[in-house]
């Protein structure tokens, strides 16, 4: 139990154009979910955290008109980058906490890897 | 802020010996959890070991076990009789503990393992 899924798992896009990536709970409900960037060989950087029903909750520095987060339903969070340039190339990962369960426990999604060209 | 500190950028380890990977922590709040994830060269973080900051054992799970030292907010993880498919990047986290609500997990730098065989 306790699967996250992301689609898509890799995406090639032409700069200026908005790609979507999709964070889904498949067997069970997530009240928040959280999105992280990777550059190669680097950390997690949390970039902004979802909540079902509410606006998301951006960190410092992250753009929110560039990354668009929205938290529809329980089991689904996407992730719009606007107008992407090279400099979002990243891995996109997501995770999600199970709602009413523990909320030490987060379960990640296999990420997405984004390349700009 | 919460910071994490991984010391160790990179460490190798010959098969079947034991290996710890260093992290610090630095925080004002009294109740946290810590983690340690792993992150093989799929990308897939997956949960290595959880310790409660409230908690004086240290947290064991099979061949891995932690040293959480609260008071200098270290919390290194030891692995036990190295295995190839231990070979990974290994993330120390930091999360604040909240009664409700959900908080996001702070990662340190990581720390490369390769275990040789």
């Known amino acids: 139990g306790a699967v996250v899924s992301q689609h898509p798992s890799r995406v090639i896009c032409k700069s200026g154009t908005s790609v979507k990536i999709e964070c889904r709970s498949l067997?069970?409900?997530?009240?928040?979910m959280f999105w992280y960037r990777q550059f190669p060989k680097q950390s997690l950087m949390l970039m902004a955290t979802?909540?079902?029903?509410?606006?998301?909750?951006?960190e410092q520095g992250v753009e929110k008109d560039k990354f668009l987060i929205n938290h529809a339903s329980l089991t689904l969070s996407t992730l719009t980058v606007t107008s992407a340039h090279p400099e979002d190339s990243s891995f996109y990962i997501c995770?999600?906490?199970?709602?009413?369960?523990?909320?030490?426990?987060?379960?990640f999604g296999p990420g997405t890897r984004l390349t700009v060209l | 802020a919460q910071t994490v500190t991984q010391s160790q950028p990179e460490m190798s380890v010959q098969e079947a010996e034991t290996v710890t990977l260093s992290c610090t922590y630095d925080?004002?709040?009294?109740?946290?959890?810590l983690f340690w994830y792993k992150q093989p060269p799929s990308r897939q973080m997956i949960l290595v070991i959880r310790?409660?900051?409230?908690?004086?054992q240290n947290a064991t799970e099979n061949r891995f076990s932690v040293n959480f030292q609260k008071a200098a907010k270290s919390f290194s993880l030891k692995i036990s009789d190295s295995q190839l498919g231990d070979t990974a990047m290994y993330f120390c986290a930091f999360m604040k503990h909240r009664n409700s609500g959900n908080t996001p997990l702070v990662f340190g730098k990581g720390t490369r393992l390769s275990v040789i065989a």
């Open positions: 925080t004002s709040e009294n109740n946290y959890y």
């Open positions: 979802s909540n079902e029903g509410s606006k998301a909750t951006y």
């Open positions: 310790q409660e900051a409230y908690k004086q």
């Open positions: 995770s999600a906490t199970l709602a009413g369960g523990p909320t030490d426990t987060q379960y």
């Open positions: 067997d069970f409900q997530a009240t928040t």
